[in-house]
């Protein structure tokens, strides 16, 4: 696995894959930086070493060449976190990319337009791949957000050089944590699985049954094994034609020796609403015109009791409807218990698009022990799909 540390980039051009798909607001502004500030340890390496960074992303998801995606709105806040002179060139591949990469010089930081605005991006189209490696001397894929697209600055544009190209430091480091827990953890190893359906996380429950010791099952995800095994769950989120892959899980699990452990009981609300009536009650017996929408107190100490055991824990999605404050108790008192677990020493990852935003929310995030910057893609992991984006560099 070649890294940063295999190369002195002294004056050399770094080509770097980066995922600056960051959330702007209205005015353009930049409102959430986690992506830009976790790409810094590579940018500063190779700056260090007397190195050029040419960087390169994608910004949503643009139909052709669409000002509100172009990245221009971001290169301020680079050059704040960073702290270097960065230039911006409005096309990234073409003339204009190539005279501005042939200037740029040792410790600057040079910003291409969005990838996406030209669709061989997205369609992984070799002679754009190609166009792309021009502009660079070394290859670094730092962008794990988009590891599993196998598109051409993420995966094709590595064949293009094929002794100089490298896992950024972030890459590195997200894919050492997806491995502390699928593969080199400390036992107990403990999932927690939240979110609202199982349709949506099958693929990961099936994968995990072989690495974990124990797998909570949280969230909208609940009903659907409750009701399998006979519950009432009365209005709560279930998928009926999921249920007899849940009593296939519990069974799948029982036979590899994995401890399943579901909430026992729910707070249950009699609408969708932060300001509904609610009932603690027992999560077999939810009555029609109720639904769960959050751990009840009994599956929330049982919950800390589980997490307190466990020296490796991973947590996908959340406990119930954190959105609305009167539902959030459970996920924010998960996050509680693996913040005491991390402190006891446990390696703790948190991976996923609702329960990054949680932690970020409740203020976990330096509470754990690593909060994954990929949403797709560290679910793809999960599955125990081997990325493109990965593939591309082991190669
Ligand atoms: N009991 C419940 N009933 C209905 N919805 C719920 C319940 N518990 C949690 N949810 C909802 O589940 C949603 C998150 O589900 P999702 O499966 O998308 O989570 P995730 O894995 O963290 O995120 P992603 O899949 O985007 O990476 C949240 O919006 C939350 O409100
Ligand atoms: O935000 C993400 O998950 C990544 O940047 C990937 O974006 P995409 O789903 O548009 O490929």
């Known amino acids: 696995m070649k890294t940063l540390n295999d190369f002195n980039f002294k004056n ?49 998801r643009p139909k052709g060449v669409q ?45 291409l337009e969005n990838l996406r605005f030209h669709e061989e991006e997205s369609k992984g189209d070799v002679a754009f791949a190609e166009k792309l490696a021009k502009l660079g001397d070394i290859y670094v894929n730092d962008a794990f957000g988009t590891a599993h697209r196998a598109h051409a600055s993420t995966t094709i544009i590595a064949q293009f050089f094929p002794e100089n190209k490298c896992f950024g430091s972030l890459l590195e480091q997200e894919i050492k944590s997806i491995d502390k827990v699928m593969k080199t953890g400390e036992k107990p190893v403990l999932a927690v699985l939240g979110g609202a359906k199982v349709s949506s996380k099958i693929t990961i429950i099936e994968n995990i049954l072989d690495k974990v010791d124990h797998l909570i099952i949280g969230g909208g995800m609940t009903f659907t094994f409750i009701k399998a095994q006979g519950g009432s769950v009365g209005d709560s989120i279930c998928e009926d034609d999921k249920m007899d ?14 401890q399943i452990h579901l909430p026992v009981d729910v707070l249950a609300a009699n609408a969708f609403s932060n300001d509904a009536d609610t009932q603690v009650i027992d999560v077999t017996k939810i009555p029609d015109g109720w639904q769960g929408l959050d751990a009840g107190p009994k599956s929330k100490a049982m919950f800390h009791d589980v997490v307190m055991q466990c020296k490796t824990i991973l947590w996908n999605g959340p406990l119930g409807v954190f959105e609305m404050e009167t539902f959030a108790n459970g996920t924010i008192e998960l996050g509680n218990s ?34 994954s910057t990929g949403g797709g893609a560290m679910l793809e992991s999960l599955e125990g799909k081997t990325l493109p984006g990965i593939a591309a560099i082991l190669e």
């Open 338 to 371: 693996i913040a005491e677990a991390t402190k006891n020493g446990a390696f703790s990852l948190v991976g996923g698009g609702d329960s990054v935003a949680a932690v970020k929310q409740f203020g976990f995030e330096h509470k754990v022990s690593y909060v």
């Open 245 to 258: 892959l849940a009593l296939d899980i519990l069974k799948q699990a029982k036979a590899k020796n994995v």
């Open 67 to 111: 000002d509100e995606f172009s990245l221009q709105h971001i290169v301020d806040k680079v050059e704040d976190i960073i702290g270097v002179e960065t230039t911006f060139v409005s096309n990234c591949i073409g003339e204009e990319a190539e005279a501005a990469a042939a200037k740029l010089e040792p410790g600057k930081i040079l910003i």
């Open 12 to 60: 050399k051009k770094a080509l770097i894959r980066v995922d600056f798909n960051v959330p702007l607001d209205a005015n353009f502004n930049v409102t959430d930086a986690t992506r830009i500030q976790a790409a810094k340890p590579t940018i500063i390496k190779i700056l260090e070493d007397g190195g050029s960074c040419i960087l390169m992303s994608h910004l949503g």
